[in-house]
């Protein structure tokens, strides 16, 4: 039977790095992998791409309003792929998930899922959240803190500080960057964690 997998990890654990290579690996043993990117992440455009320097075009942008399924569909029919991996599935809304839960048991795909589990102020996103509800396969990549600490939250910087408040998604038009932290030194950097 085919699964549901969610690889998640703090910032910088390399997960788009790992989603390409496993592509590859598919893709070399002429399998017919898809990559699916939620729309809402715009920072690489049309692609998948790693800070380490590799990328390849997304297969399927997914909008928030459409289908995962039908979105597949329309790009290579369920029975002629092999795999579906999805970046930045932390966007993916609730009910894409399902739909992907039923790739995997139904149409026998398995499908991969990476992304991070929680944003900037300690909370889960919506389809990460889901994701550990349903998923068959949980396994967290691993980084580390700028102490060498293991690393697992994502403190978010506007102008040089670190805020603890702000829109869960701020991809255009803010100048922000992230840096992973352990919970040591977000509390020190960042304050306490607060439950929404």
Known sequence: ???????????NSSKSALL?????????R?????LVKPGVDTKAGRAVSSRVGIERAVDVLLQNDTSLIA????HRPLGQTDAVFVDEAQFLTPSQVDEAFV???????????????????THSFPGSLRLLEIAHSIEELKTICRCGAKAVFNARRIDGHFVSHGAQVAIDGQQA??????????????????HA
């Not at 039977?1 to 910032?11: Q, V």
């Not at 496993?22 to 070399?28: D, G, H, L, S, T």
Request: aromatic share 14%; charged share 20%; glycine share 10%.
């Open 1 to 11: 039977m085919a699964k549901l997998y969610f690889r998640y990890g703090a910032m």
């Open 20 to 28: 390409l290579t496993a592509a590859y690996n598919y893709e070399e």
């Open 30 to 34: 002429d399998q017919h992998p898809v």
């Open 71 to 74: 979105a597949l569909e329309e």
């Open 103 to 121: 790739v995997a048991v139904t149409h026998g795909v398995p499908v991969l899922c990476y992304g991070l589990r929680g944003d900037f102020m």
């Open 177 to 194: 960057s992230y840096e992973s932290l352990c919970g040591r030194c977000y509390i020190d950097k960042v304050g306490p964690v607060q």
